[in-house]
């Protein structure tokens, strides 16, 4: 059973901090790491994506991956109140179709 | 341009009826796949779809079934619906990449079984 774990939080941080999600899988074969955010009520959007072990920036956020660890993390730096929703980690099965999600991390960022 | 478009918004049925959800895919998407994502979970893969076949299905009942038309555009059919049915049902479309394709998700259909 090909897995995805992530912790499910509530992860409470104040405006202006750094907030870290993390992330781990089971299938060896995958090859594409995603972050979703998912405002409550809301459809996942994508926010980032990794093929690569290292590290990969975008504004804010940076993504990480290290695939002999089977982990990928998410970095948001000076987080907003805005940020506060749930951050969910996909990762594409080892035949490309499908993308497995974790259960997602819940955000709170306080003003 | 137009992101992923579903049809209907929300959706409310009884116990053991059918219904059929539609996506329309990012202009030049080829593939759509469905998702069903109950409260506090991650989505759960039902299907994906490109060029009108079947590439991959999870591990859902015969109750669920899909298809793509020639325009790329999908329906996800679910029939005898149960309770458990009761969920956010998502598609995303992508351009197939050798397992390095992305997905964008559309709005979802909120679907409530009674």
């Known amino acids: 059973q090909k897995e995805v774990e992530q912790n499910s939080g509530p992860l409470s941080v104040p405006e202006g901090a750094i907030a870290s999600l993390n992330c781990t899988y089971s299938?060896?074969?995958?090859?594409?790491f995603f972050w979703y955010r998912q405002y409550s009520g809301k459809s996942p959007e994508l926010i980032m994506f990794i093929y690569s072990n290292g590290d990969k920036e975008d504004g804010r956020f940076t993504a990480q991956l290290n695939k002999a660890s089977q982990y990928v993390s998410l970095l948001i730096r000076d987080s907003q109140p805005s940020d506060s929703a749930t951050y969910l980690c996909?990762?594409?099965?080892?035949?490309?179709?499908?993308?497995?999600f974790g259960k997602g991390t819940t955000l709170s960022v306080s003003s | 341009d137009a992101g992923v478009t579903q049809s209907p918004t929300h959706l409310i049925k009884t116990r053991g009826q059918h219904v059929t959800l539609r996506c329309s895919p990012i202009s030049g998407h080829k593939s759509v796949s469905w998702y069903q994502q109950v409260l506090g979970q991650g989505p759960q893969f039902i299907f994906q779809?490109?060029?009108?076949?079947?590439?991959g299905r999870g591990n859902f009942p015969d109750r669920f079934s899909a298809r793509q038309f020639p325009n790329y555009s999908s329906e996800l059919n679910v029939n005898a619906l149960l309770l458990g049915d009761s969920a956010l049902y998502l598609c995303?479309?992508?351009?197939?990449?050798?397992?390095?394709?992305?997905?964008?998700f559309g709005p979802g259909t909120r679907l409530l079984v009674l």
């Open positions: 996909a990762v594409n099965s080892q035949a490309g179709t499908a993308l497995i």
């Open positions: 995303a479309s992508s351009l197939p990449r050798g397992g390095k394709e992305t997905q964008y």
């Open positions: 299938d060896r074969g995958s090859q594409s």
């Open positions: 779809y490109y060029e009108k076949e079947e590439r």
